[in-house]
């Protein structure tokens, strides 16, 4: 008989509204409790879905801070936790880009290399948190960044934006 995992993580969206960003992983205090990864070691977790997200690592060019992320990452191998990483979670990247934007797909990708050299021993990932939902809110509704409305969001569907990462 398979044993049943538990998986977990933190809702870590970084969403956009206008030029502001909001970072949810921070605003629970999450982003700024290291001790918060032995309190989901301690619930038996094997897997903890776990941000490393563009819009927060991006410092301008090709030039990322992880600073962050390695103490974080480093801590989880110490608890034994496999990170499922994730890139992007109902974003739309650095200021520079956005779901629409034609060098959307190629900055995650060139990110996303980036995440995976740097990081090679990580063997799960999620490029895109629900991408559907992510393109809904962006491109169909207007609520979060371009704020576009109705057509747009075609060109966000999750086989689109799957096939412009490649």
């Known amino acids: ?24 992983l921070f605003r629970t205090g999450h982003g700024a409790r290291l001790e918060d990864l032995e309190h989901l070691a301690a619930l038996g977790l094997r897997r903890v879905r776990f941000p ?5 690592h991006w410092r301008g060019g090709a030039e990322y801070d992880f ?3 390695d103490v974080r ?15 992007v979670h109902h ?10 934007c ?8 060139h990110f996303a290399e980036t995440v995976a050299r740097r990081y090679p021993w990580v063997k799960y990932y999620t490029p895109v948190n629900e991408p559907l939902t992510t393109a809904r809110f962006s491109a169909l ?7 576009a409305r109705e057509a747009s ?10 096939r412009r990462l490649v």
């Not at 490393?52 to 927060?56: D, P």
């Not at 034994?80 to 994730?86: A, F, V």
């Not at 034609?102 to 990708?109: E, N, R, S, W, Y």
């Not at 969001?153 to 689109?160: A, D, H």
């Open 102 to 109: 034609d060098q959307f797909g190629p900055g995650l990708a």
């Open 67 to 69: 600073s962050w992320a």
């Open 141 to 147: 509704y207007g609520h979060w960044y371009p704020h």
């Open 73 to 87: 990452l480093r801590r989880l191998r110490e608890l034994g936790l496999d990170p499922i990483i994730g890139l």
């Open 52 to 56: 490393v997200l563009w819009e927060q």
């Open 1 to 24: 008989m398979t044993e049943i995992e538990c998986w977990g993580g933190a809702e870590c969206t970084i969403n956009r509204v206008g030029d502001v960003y909001h970072e949810q």
């Open 153 to 162: 969001c075609v060109r966000c569907s999750t086989k689109r934006l799957l």
């Open 91 to 100: 974003g739309s990247g650095p200021k520079h880009t956005h779901l629409l």
